[in-house]
C-alpha cells in the first residue's frame, strides 16, 4: 500500500502557518537577560513560558519507548492527542472515522465536537474484532480507525495479526490506543513506528505511571505525523509542573515498576475471588488493571456499592455491556473490601 500522508491532511491544516512564540525564535543557550516574551522578571521559575516542545522530557522519555525524541508528541492528556487527530486529517461534515463498540467514550465525543461522523463496528461475543466488517464500514472518506488495546472497557488485549492487518489494509491513519499496555504482556506497537507510516501509538501517564493527576498524554507516530501534531497544538500545551513532574519520575521509575508488580498480582488475586461470587455471572479476561464482570443486577449493585462507599463504573447502558460492571484493580485492602461487599450482597 502506498501511503501518501499529505493526502489526508485537512487542506487549511497542510496551508497553515503555525503560531511561531518566543521560545521558538529564539534557540539557544547564550542569552541571559530574557526580555523577549513579556514575561514577570519575579518569581523565578514559573515566571517563563516552558519549552513548547518539551525537548528535555522527550529525551528522557525516547529510551524507555524505544523510539526518537522527533517520534514523540506529549499533550494535555492522551485526550489531546486524540482532538488533534481529528483537528488534522478530518473535514467537519465530510470525513468520517470507524471504530470499534464498545472502546473508549472519548473518541466519539471528539468526533462530535469536531462535527464528523462517527461509525462503530460491533465487537463479536468474546470481544474480538470483525477484521472485514471493521474495513467494511470504511469508505473514501475514512480518515482514521480507532483501536483501543487493550480495549477499555472490555479488558482485553487484541490479537497482533488483527491489528497488523488493519494496518496494511487500510489506507487511513490507524490509531492504536496502548493506554494499559504496560499491564499486558504483549508486545507494544509503538516498537512498529518504522514499519507503519500510517500508525500513531497512544500512551499515557495517567495508569501505568499513576500520574493522572499531571495530566500527561503521549503520541508516538512517523516524524511526519508527529510535524503536523506540532503544528496544530497549543504553543505551550505542557506546563512547567507536568514537565518537571516527569522527568523526576523517571529519574527513579523503581516505583513505577514495584506499583506494576503489585498491580499485576493484585490482579492474580481479584479475579478468581470475583468468579466465586454467586451474584457474579461472568469474569471477562483481562490484560488491564481493570476487570469488566457481568453480574445478576448491575444497577442495584452498583448502588449498593455505593451505599458501602465503594465507587466502580456501571457499564449497563453501553452496547453489549448489559449488566456490566468495570472494576479498577485497587490496593489489597481496596481490593478485600470490594470482594466483601458483593460476597454480602443480598
Ligand atoms: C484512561 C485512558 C486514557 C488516558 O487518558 P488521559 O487523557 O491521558 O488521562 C486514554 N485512553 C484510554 C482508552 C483510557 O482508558
Not at 61 to 82: C, M, T, W, Y
Not at 110 to 137: F, G, M
Amino acid at each position: 500500500m502506498n501511503f501518501e500522508l499529505q493526502k489526508l491532511v485537512r487542506p487549511n491544516i497542510r496551508a497553515l502557518e503555525p503560531y511561531s512564540c518566543a521560545r521558538d525564535e529564539f534557540k539557544g543557550m547564550e542569552a541571559h537577560v530574557f526580555l523577549d516574551a513579556n514575561e514577570n522578571p519575579f518569581n523565578d521559575p514559573i515566571n517563563r513560558y516552558p519549552d513548547p516542545l518539551q525537548e528535555k522530557l522527550k529525551e528522557r522519555l525516547a529510551p524507555f519507548k524505544h523510539v526518537r525524541p522527533s517520534q514523540i508528541f506529549l499533550g494535555n492528556g492522551s485526550d489531546e492527542a486524540i482532538d488533534l487527530v481529528y483537528r488534522i486529517f478530518c473535514n467537519p461534515g465530510k470525513d468520517n472515522v470507524v471504530a470499534i463498540s464498545p472502546t473508549y467514550g472519548m473518541y466519539k465525543v471528539c468526533a462530535d465536537v469536531n462535527d464528523v461522523e462517527y461509525r462503530s463496528v460491533p465487537l463479536s461475543e468474546d470481544w474480538q474484532i470483525d477484521t472485514k466488517a471493521l474495513l467494511k464500514a470504511t469508505d473514501a472518506h475514512t480518515k482514521v480507525i480507532w483501536i483501543c488495546s487493550p480495549n477499555n472497557p472490555t479488558g482485553n488485549d487484541f490479537p497482533r495479526e488483527t491489528i497488523h492487518e488493519v494496518l496494511t489494509s487500510f489506507g487511513g491513519i490507524v490509531v492504536v490506543d496502548e493506554a494499559y499496555s504496560d499491564f499486558s504482556t504483549n508486545q507494544p506497537f509503538r516498537d512498529l513506528l518504522d514499519s507503519y507510516p500510517n500508525l500513531i501509538v497512544l500512551n499515557t501517564f495517567s495508569k501505568a505511571w499513576a500520574s493522572a493527576a499531571i495530566r500527561l498524554g503521549m503520541a508516538f507516530a512517523s516524524e511526519e505525523i508527529i510535524g503536523l501534531f506540532n503544528k496544530v497544538k497549543y504553543p505551550y500545551n505542557v506546563n512547567l509542573l507536568t514537565q518537571k513532574k516527569a522527568l523526576s519520575m523517571l529519574d527513579d521509575i523503581t516505583n513505577v515498576e514495584n506499583w506494576m508488580v503489585q498491580i499485576r498480582r493484585e490482579r492474580e488475586h481479584v479475579l478468581p475471588a470475583l468468579q466465586e461470587i454467586p451474584i457474579v455471572l461472568k469474569v471477562f479476561p483481562t490484560d488491564a488493571n481493570f476487570v469488566l464482570v457481568r453480574v445478576t443486577d448491575a444497577n442495584r449493585i452498583y448502588r449498593y456499592l455505593i451505599e458501602q462507599g465503594i465507587v466502580v463504573r456501571n457499564r449497563h447502558r453501553v452496547q453489549q455491556c448489559g449488566n456490566c460492571l468495570r472494576i479498577t484493580i485497587g490496593t489489597r485492602q481496596e481490593n478485600n473490601e470490594l470482594l466483601g461487599a458483593l460476597r454480602f450482597y443480598k
